[in-house]
């Protein structure tokens, strides 16, 4: 998220990098094992002069001569154990207790096996190189001058850190591989210095508890991170692993209640390259799903699209614009992306560039131009995403809700209905439930069009896909969270108890792909979507993700419920049947019947003509509960069709008749 994004490495030049790394390493180490020959040199000069300093002469020069010609053998071997014990190819700046115990094994076995080999150089008869003591001072001295020569950098390094940045944090890391214990070992390289203080295990397999990783104690698994996080003082959990998109879901639901940061860094080389790095890696909208994610079976899919002429109202956004680019994915003869945003399209299209792409810039409010498109390109197959959704706004607006929502679906089925169009998918919401805002009620209008569709038995094979907020869509949520803690907060949320169901614009998009291949006609299908969240656990979710504490790097602001919207949203309040897909549920809402319907939507026209806002929002809401007790009996005729009208009876019946007058009417009951 802006600043707090780690990018990943360039894959093209990682080999180059390795070389320079490991050439780094080799000029380091051969560097130390220079500096540690002179500091062994010294001290063993200085454990010959401990050794005769009450001696009045000094040093014999005898004394002198045997050091000179036992000193390849003492570097040799210290150096040589300390190799064998792996006390180079470190970054002794990071270096913890046990590289310490490490350094301390080494040069105490290097002191043994030339204390045997001078035992062993005596009993043979020789004359002793050194004395004994010697040795003895010699090998305190050289731990002393190695001890201080690897460790003096993190002393300094504490220092430096204090001085300029303050304390580091504390932190836990999550995961036990390779990349957090390099985190562990070189995190405090990357601006923003931290204390790995330990590990937690993101298995589920038994924790040994003297289990250790960077001489960093394992304490146990990642369910216990909200305990451990105030037992051991924890200012920050950073999740390490490859598993860290799904487990972060899991981290932020456990840290929830206590003030800690969370930074997810699932690719350690960036962290540790040259380039710019701080704390995160982009947000995925995945880490806000409190479920996996939903696929669909696209092998059907494939066989509905593949060489079909498909088209797509409102194909400049978000949905509209996923469903180009998938559909283009399987194969159709021709793709047809219509919308009314010239912006939006041109983007659209140039993001794609595809042969088979074609752009229409229409309103399908305008029933000319929508038959004419119709007409020139024949879709057999019509997703329907153009759309008002906005609901504050069409609250003021309701006028705009009908004339898009209503009379626009309404349009775009007669026109498929002219040239013969096979399937048609109108997207809908969750706010067609029972709605109480203008913009639910204009959708469940629309999916009671799709409804008297179906009655009528022409085609296409019509259907309405019902799902929750699309996280990232424009204007929704999560771009609006996202813009705010961006901006320092604060994070507004209009009620701490409202509540949405979520999914991600691909899921979105392969469930109206899905529809499309299980429709049978009239239904509206709904996805399974687990457990709705509450906005205010988004919010918290969010801006632990970007690395921030809520309330205290960022206020949480709760505004106070706007018109229209409720503080849950339910996706059917009728009982849904299986399908043959086990995410995809039908739901078979009633609705007052074609009769009624043409009623209603002749009053909603005479309305719109008229202009009266609060008229027109209360026949959207009585239209969309079937409540006609606004619609006024009459005989009426509606011109829907070019070379027909619908004849309404004052008994409720209606008939189809020809266009020109004095033709009889055929009765439909």
Aim: proline content about 4%.
């Amino acid at each position: 998220m802006g600043a707090n994004t780690i990018r990943p490495a360039d894959t093209g030049s990682g080999l180059g990098v390795s070389i320079a790394r490991t050439a780094a390493s080799v000029r380091a180490d051969l560097s130390l094992a220079l500096i540690e020959a002179v500091i062994i040199v010294f001290a063993y000069v200085a454990a010959l002069s401990v050794r005769f300093l009450d001696s009045a002469g000094g040093v014999p020069t005898g004394w002198w001569t045997r050091l000179v010609f036992v000193l390849p053998i003492l570097l040799i071997v210290h150096i040589g154990i300390n190799a064998l014990f792996g006390n180079y190819g470190h970054v002794w700046k990071y270096a913890s207790i046990d590289e310490a115990v490490r350094l301390f094994a080494g040069t105490m076995t290097a002191g043994l096996i030339l204390g045997a080999g001078l035992i062993v150089w005596r009993l043979t008869g020789g004359d002793s190189p050194i004395p004994v003591s010697v040795l003895v001072i010699g090998v305190l001295l050289t731990f002393g001058g190695m001890g201080a020569l690897r460790f003096w950098s993190r002393l300094f390094s504490y220092r430096r850190y204090g001085e300029s940045s303050g304390l580091a944090d504390r932190a836990l890391v999550v995961g036990v591989g390779e990349d957090a214990v390099r985190l562990a070992r070189h995190r405090s390289q990357a601006q923003g210095a931290i204390c790995v203080v330990g590990f937690l295990d993101p298995s589920a397999k038994p924790v040994d508890p003297t289990r250790k990783l960077a001489g960093l104690q394992v304490f146990g698994h990642v369910d216990e991170v909200a305990e451990l996080a105030k037992r051991l003082d924890i200012d920050q959990v950073i999740i390490a692993t490859e598993e860290a998109g799904t487990l972060s879901r899991r981290v932020v639901d456990l840290c929830m209640e206590i003030d800690v940061r969370l930074r997810i860094v699932p690719n350690i080389d960036s962290l540790l390259g040259e380039s710019e790095t701080d704390d995160m890696r982009d947000l995925k909208l995945t880490d806000l799903l409190p479920r996996q994610q939903v696929h669909t079976d696209l092998g059907a899919v494939e066989r509905l699209i593949a060489e079909q002429v498909v088209l797509v109202t409102g194909a400049g956004g978000s949905i509209g614009s996923e469903l180009v680019r998938q559909i283009l994915s399987f194969g159709p003869a021709k793709v047809v992306a219509l919308d009314h945003d010239e912006t939006l399209l041109h983007d659209a299209s140039l993001a794609l560039q595809d042969a088979r792409l074609v752009s229409e810039l229409a309103d399908i409010r305008d029933k000319g131009r929508m038959r004419s498109i119709f007409q020139k390109h024949r879709p057999e197959l019509v997703f329907h995403a153009a759309a008002h959704k906005h609901v504050p706004i069409l609250e003021d607006c309701p006028s705009e809700a009908a004339k898009t929502n209503v009379v626009g679906t309404e349009i775009v089925i007669a026109a498929a209905r002219l040239v013969g169009t096979e399937h048609l998918v109108v997207i809908s919401t969750d706010k067609a439930v029972d709605p109480t805002s203008v913009m639910g009620a204009s959708k469940r209008v629309a999916e009671m069009l799709v409804q008297a569709g179906a009655d009528s038995g022409d085609e296409p094979r019509m259907c309405a896909v019902r799902f929750g907020n699309v996280l990232g869509s424009r204007g929704s949520v999560v771009p609006t969270f996202t813009r705010q803690i961006k901006a320092g907060g604060p994070v507004t949320v209009s009620h701490p108890d409202m509540e949405r169901y979520f999914m991600t614009v691909a899921e979105a998009v392969e469930l109206v792909l899905q529809a499309a291949v299980l429709s049978n006609g009239g239904e509206v299908f709904v996805l399974d979507m687990g457990r709705p969240v509450r906005i205010l656990d988004l919010a918290n979710r969010m801006i632990r993700l970007a690395g921030l504490v809520p309330g205290k790097d960022i206020a949480i602001d709760i505004t106070g419920q706007r018109p229209g919207e409720r503080l849950a949203e339910r996706l059917s309040i009728d009982p849904l049947e299986q399908t043959g897909h086990e995410k995809v549920l039908v739901a078979q809402p009633s609705y007052p019947g074609p009769t009624s319907m043409m009623v209603g939507l002749d009053r909603l026209r005479q309305s719109l003509e008229d202009g009266d806002e609060s008229k027109i929002r209360e026949q959207l809401l009585a239209m969309a509960s079937t409540d006609l007790s606004l619609m006024e009996s009459a005989t009426m005729t509606i011109d829907l069709r070019d070379d027909q009208v619908i004849e309404l009876r004052d008994d409720g019946g209606f008939g189809l008749a020809p266009s020109s007058a004095g033709d009889s009417t055929q009765s439909v009951n």
